[in-house]
């Protein structure tokens, strides 16, 4: 079975920089999973910030942006802001029309 | 501007049958793939099921396959998702939401909450 693990949460210190990874339990994540990132807080739907590894959607700043980093993806948030905490999902495209949710970070700025 | 208003959630019975519909308004429905996602109380978000714009093609997690199925009509704007022999751990908020660029989701509705309990 495909799990694809984020970490459970961070904390990160206004104006400060946080890197949230999205890998997998078996392999490396590429761009060939067309990861894709998701913001989400407390009785929201999701919000989409980040596509096809890193490429911004509409209005999101440039302060976050994404990447692979070795064998994950990853989501960078710089310059962090009092409305970034949120949780925040990766989405990889395992191929064959499926589709997987990252288990999801839980970012706190204090 | 891009809407998408889900509808027919509640509270069922283990066991039992429900359908939910997603009214999309604001862009061409017929020309967008669709997903449903869910989210189960204070648990992260699931990939349910995912329908091409023509209708022709339709996916299903593992976990709803057999017991779920996505369709949809492009003359009504909505998408639909039949869910059958319900579990209890199928209780959650269901999103739909539009197939975006580079296998993304660009937009979600805000959800619909599905109880399953006897």
């Known amino acids: 079975q495909t799990v694809v693990t984020q970490e459970p949460s961070f904390s990160v210190s206004p104006g400060g920089t946080v890197t949230l990874t999205c890998g997998l339990n078996?392999?490396?994540?590429?761009?060939?999973?067309?990861p894709s990132w998701y913001q989400q807080t407390p009785g929201q739907a999701p919000r989409t910030l980040i596509y096809n590894t890193n490429t911004r959607s509409s209005g999101v700043p440039d302060r976050i942006s994404g990447s692979i980093l070795g064998n994950k993806a990853a989501l960078t948030i710089t310059g962090a802001q009092a409305d970034d905490e949120s949780d925040y999902y990766c989405l990889l495209y395992m191929g064959s029309g499926i589709y997987v949710f990252g288990t999801g970070t839980k970012v706190t700025v204090l | 501007q891009v809407q998408l208003v889900e509808s027919g959630g509640g509270v069922v019975q283990p066991g039992r049958s429900l359908r939910l519909s997603c009214a999309a308004s604001g862009f061409t429905f017929s020309s967008y793939g669709i997903h449903w996602v869910r989210q189960a109380p204070g648990k992260g978000l699931e990939w349910v099921a995912v329908?091409?714009?023509?209708?022709?093609?339709?996916y299903h997690a593992d976990s709803v396959k057999g017991r779920f199925t996505i369709s949809r009509d492009n003359s009504k704007n909505t998408l639909y998702l039949q869910m059958n022999s319900l579990r209890a751990d199928d209780t959650a908020v269901y999103y739909c939401?539009?197939?975006?660029?580079?296998?993304?989701?660009?937009?979600w509705g805000r959800g619909t909450l599905v109880t399953v309990s006897s």
């Open positions: 939401a539009r197939w975006g660029l580079q296998s993304s989701i660009d937009y």
């Open positions: 078996s392999g490396s994540v590429s761009t060939s999973y067309y």
């Open positions: 329908i091409w714009y023509d209708g022709s093609k339709k």
